[in-house]
């Protein structure tokens, strides 16, 4: 048995200002984490910003962990962090998705992910926005405990 693995979106960084000195963002807002039973957070309702970013991209964690799970599930036993660099456009679409530095070594897995995050919506923001979001790859099982790998591998 493999185990649970995850995908843990660490940050969301955000790579251009404000558009102008003169734009003001929008005042704060709650943002709303997505529930299991609610889906993801409707990104029309909320402000721009790295917070509702981290949100849409915490929302869509279980797509990004199926690319990872998927490989695990074929025997491979990989591990490591995958930054994702993209820009959302003014329509809040991710466009441009791409792999900007990976320490785990699994084209696969990198492709796939690059689909998920290509697939995104986020709130709109005033002008295209460059963002970077690195997801960290750990099995979560006995194998990650250290127990030894199946027969036949």
């Given amino acids: 048995m493999i185990g649970r693995a995850r995908a843990i979106p660490l940050a969301v960084v955000l790579l251009a200002p404000w558009p102008s000195a003169a734009a003001e963002p929008p005042p704060p807002a709650e943002v709303r984490a997505a529930t299991p039973d609610a889906g993801p957070p409707e990104p029309a309702g909320l402000?721009?910003?790295?917070?509702?970013v981290q949100a849409v991209a915490e929302s869509h964690q279980p797509e990004v962990t199926s690319c990872y799970e998927e490989r695990l599930a074929q025997?491979?036993?990989?591990r490591g962090e995958v930054v994702v660099g993209f820009v959302i456009g003014k329509d809040g679409r991710a466009t441009q998705a791409r792999v900007k530095k990976s320490t785990l070594g699994d084209r696969e897995v990198e492709a796939c992910v690059v689909r998920a995050v290509g697939g995104w919506t986020f709130p709109r923001p005033a002008t295209p926005q460059p963002v970077t979001i690195p997801f960290r790859f750990d099995e979560i099982g006995h194998r990650a405990a250290g127990a030894p790998e199946p027969a036949g591998r």
């Fill in 47 to 52: 402000p721009f910003g790295a917070d509702s």
């Fill in 75 to 78: 025997g491979k036993d990989v």
